[in-house]
């Protein structure tokens, strides 16, 4: 029995442990406080080669005991800008990590966050829901440019390569830099500012991810808007900062993209990808968040879809060296 486990702006809990009978712990622990901020990095970069089960408290080739954690809080911190309150957690951790269960807490105004975990064999299964796509961005990607919004990750981790599904809707893009100078060198001045602003507003994001030793790779990202539209291919190494993207945009105030796009068989030649209009630059990024190499093709800007192909750059292995200013 615990009667407190305190440590200063770090937990305040009370509970008891006790020993399962194949040889696992269960724990249960409730009170005022706690903070797991130290704690995310390794909870949720499960994509990362996974250790040997001999790294477990058993012997050679032997899996580590099985961990029974019940866990309830009235506050739990998940990131310093990012906290949850009514928190419930309910998981089995073994030597390779969390194998089931759930996660809830609610973030604020009537908002919730849940998480379920399960296991399928060597492959575990996570999904993510929140109704407030910004406040999961900061947890899972430590990234304050998203307000508002609801989000799904619905991932399948199975080994070094792991994949998932991100889908976001009524999301709005605010204090972007990097986007920021995208639209600025595209020549798209007013969604600069309204990016500074309000925010530009996308009504739904559809982002397909790789996982892989903690790199993020997307394949075709998708996003759409009132004001415009956007895609994006290529990879994000969150650790390191670094990136490499190509990708299009097109502007939704010109009436072409849409009414051309929408045209059958005809649409498929102009627009060519979901997403795309006939009259879209394309872009590339290549370095880091803080200092990247953006270029901008405007002749692209011109060319129907299946042409605009030969303009984007393929994606490049990650840079070895910082790039030059």
Same mark, same amino acid.
Request: hydrophobic share 40%; net charge negative.
């Given at each position: 029995?615990?009667?407190?486990?305190?440590?200063?702006?770090?937990? /305040?809990?009370?509970? +008891?442990?006790?020993?399962?009978? $194949? #040889?696992?712990?269960?724990?249960?622990?409730? &009170? =005022?406080?706690? !903070?797991?901020?130290?704690?995310?990095?390794?909870?949720? /970069?499960?994509?990362? +080669?996974?250790?040997?089960?001999? $790294? #477990?408290?058993?012997?050679?080739?032997?899996? &580590? =005991?099985?961990? !029974?954690?019940?866990?309830?809080?009235?506050?739990?911190?998940?990131?310093?800008?990012?906290?949850?309150?009514?928190?419930r957690i309910a998981l089995i951790l073994d030597s390779e990590g969390p194998r089931s269960g759930t996660i809830s807490g609610n973030i604020a105004n009537g908002k919730a966050m849940n998480v379920v975990l399960g296991?399928?064999?060597?492959?575990?299964?996570?999904?993510?829901?929140?109704?407030?796509?910004?406040?999961?961005?900061?947890?899972?990607?430590?990234?304050?440019?998203?307000?508002?919004?609801?989000?799904?990750?619905?991932?399948?981790?199975?080994?070094?390569?792991?994949?998932?599904?991100?889908?976001?809707?009524?999301?709005?893009?605010?204090?972007?830099?990097?986007?920021?100078?995208?639209?600025?060198?595209?020549?798209?001045?007013?969604?600069?500012?309204?990016?500074?602003?309000?925010?530009?507003?996308?009504?739904?994001?559809?982002?397909?991810?790789?996982?892989?030793?903690?790199?993020?790779?997307?394949?075709?990202?998708?996003?759409?808007?009132?004001?415009?539209?956007?895609?994006?291919?290529?990879?994000?190494?969150?650790?390191?900062?670094?990136?490499?993207?190509?990708?299009?945009?097109?502007?939704?105030?010109?009436?072409?993209?849409?009414?051309?796009?929408?045209?059958?068989?005809?649409?498929?030649?102009?627009?060519?990808?979901?997403?795309?209009?006939?009259?879209?630059?394309?872009?590339?990024?290549?370095?880091?968040?803080?200092?990247?190499?953006?270029?901008?093709?405007?002749?692209?800007?011109?060319?129907?879809?299946?042409?605009?192909?030969?303009?984007?750059?393929?994606?490049?292995?990650?840079?070895?060296?910082?790039?030059?200013?």
């Open positions: 029995d615990l009667e407190r486990l305190y440590a200063r702006d770090y937990m /305040d809990l009370r509970g +008891s442990g006790s020993r399962r009978q $194949d #040889g696992g712990y269960r724990i249960a622990l409730n &009170g =005022p406080y706690f !903070d797991a901020s130290s704690w995310m990095d390794g909870i949720l /970069d499960m994509s990362k +080669s996974r250790g040997d089960a001999a $790294d #477990g408290v058993g012997g050679p080739g032997e899996p &580590g =005991p099985v961990y !029974d954690i019940q866990l309830n809080a009235n506050r739990m911190k998940l990131r310093p800008d990012a906290e949850i309150t009514n928190t296991a399928n064999n060597d492959r575990r299964n996570v999904k993510l829901t929140s109704d407030d796509a910004g406040f999961a961005a900061r947890v899972l990607l430590k990234a304050d440019y998203l307000i508002g919004g609801k989000l799904v990750f619905d991932g399948k981790f199975d080994g070094p390569i792991s994949n998932a599904l991100v889908t976001i809707t009524d999301v709005r893009l605010k204090d972007a830099p990097l986007v920021a100078q995208i639209f600025s060198l595209a020549s798209l001045q007013g969604l600069a500012d309204v990016l500074s602003g309000e925010g530009v507003l996308f009504t739904d994001i559809h982002a397909p991810v790789r996982l892989v030793d903690g790199r993020i790779d997307l394949p075709g990202l998708r996003a759409t808007g009132p004001a415009m539209g956007l895609t994006a291919r290529g990879w994000i190494a969150p650790e390191s900062g670094e990136l490499s993207l190509d990708g299009v945009l097109a502007p939704s105030f010109i009436g072409a993209n849409a009414v051309l796009g929408a045209l059958p068989i005809i649409g498929d030649l102009f627009v060519s990808r979901p997403g795309e209009g006939m009259f879209a630059p394309t872009y590339s990024v290549r370095g880091t968040f803080a200092r990247a190499n953006i270029s901008i093709n405007p002749v692209a800007a011109l060319t129907p879809g299946v042409l605009r192909r030969i303009f984007e750059n393929p994606s490049e292995p990650p840079p070895t060296t910082p790039p030059e200013e």
